[in-house]
């Protein structure tokens, strides 16, 4: 009897671990996390969901982005996801503590993961925040960074042209330094060691944000942390995929534009060859 129950707790546990991580994002930006857990976390089954529909979702009230939040969630966990990653800033800013009051799993949003590298990475005590206007009005990264070291002094700047830059792909060249320049161009002045990229479309444009801050500033991918911390939780909890057949990737939109391949590619890195769409 003792080796029947075993035998069956063992096939529970290999059906969690080789459940599905769900991440979902106001539209498409949430794939240069999905990037990061692909390179860091290649054996992991994943689903992907955009809201392409409701996008975007700085524009919404609190109430209504947990509510577009809570049904994102509600989705993903339909399809027996192990673990849900809140890839848009603006839900991690203003949803998770919600999520996390109504579903059980592990809920990991991309502020808490950026704000603690931030905090280990800088030598000055100034760190810089960019993100879209939202997320900066929402002083989400300020607070987190603060809650850590109360002593940290953060500057912040909103850089909204900064997601048409990557969408376009005109992420090097004159447009992108010019732009750069003009919205991080005073940073130099402060003392501050680290620069946040606090969207998920900013990792696109990082290598002329190193260029025109200079190799002296540490920049914190918060997409790449976001792995990590997956990572982290996946083995913490011992439901990590150790399964070694094919890993399995869904992409889910509430909306497909005719652009929506070629663009996605960039920020995946790779060509999606399959999205449905679906109405929540």
């Given at each position: 009897m003792g080796s029947l129950t075993a035998k069956i707790n063992s096939m529970i546990d290999s059906i969690i671990n080789s459940s599905p991580i769900?991440?979902?994002?106001?539209g498409i930006g949430g794939l240069t996390v999905v990037r990061e857990i692909?390179?860091?976390?290649?054996?992991?089954?994943?689903i992907y969901l955009g809201d392409t529909a409701r996008v975007p979702y700085g524009t919404k009230s609190s109430k209504t982005v947990i509510t577009y939040s809570q049904s994102n969630a509600g989705f993903l966990i339909s399809k027996g996801i192990k673990l849900l990653v809140v890839a848009c800033n603006t839900a991690s800013a203003v949803a998770l503590p919600?999520?996390?009051w109504d579903f059980e799993i592990p809920i990991i949003g991309?502020?808490?993961p950026g704000a603690r590298k931030a905090v280990r990475a800088t030598k000055t005590g100034k760190v810089g925040v960019i993100g879209t206007p939202?997320?900066?009005?929402?002083?989400?990264?300020k607070k987190a960074m603060e809650s850590i070291a109360p002593e940290i002094k953060v500057y912040s700047k909103a850089c909204p042209l900064f997601v048409p830059?990557?969408?376009?792909?005109?992420?090097?060249?004159?447009?992108?330094?010019?732009?750069v320049k003009k919205y991080l161009g005073h940073f130099k002045e402060s003392a501050m060691d680290v620069l946040i990229l606090g969207?998920?479309?900013y990792p696109l444009l990082k290598p002329m944000i190193q260029k025109v801050m200079g190799e002296d500033i540490t920049l914190v991918d918060s997409a790449e942390e976001t792995a990590l911390e997956i990572k982290g939780v996946l083995e913490e909890n011992a439901i990590s995929n150790k399964n070694s057949s094919i890993p399995q990737r869904e992409f889910y939109l509430t909306d497909v534009s005719e652009t929506?391949?070629?663009?996605?590619g960039r920020f995946l890195g790779e060509e999606i060859q399959q999205v449905e769409q679906i109405d929540l």
């Open positions: 769900g991440i979902f994002d106001s692909l390179k860091k976390l290649p054996r992991e089954n994943l919600s999520l996390r991309v502020i808490e939202s997320t900066i009005k929402s002083n989400a990264y830059l990557a969408e376009e792909g005109w992420t090097d060249g004159e447009i992108a330094e010019l732009t969207c998920t479309h929506f391949i070629s663009i996605a």
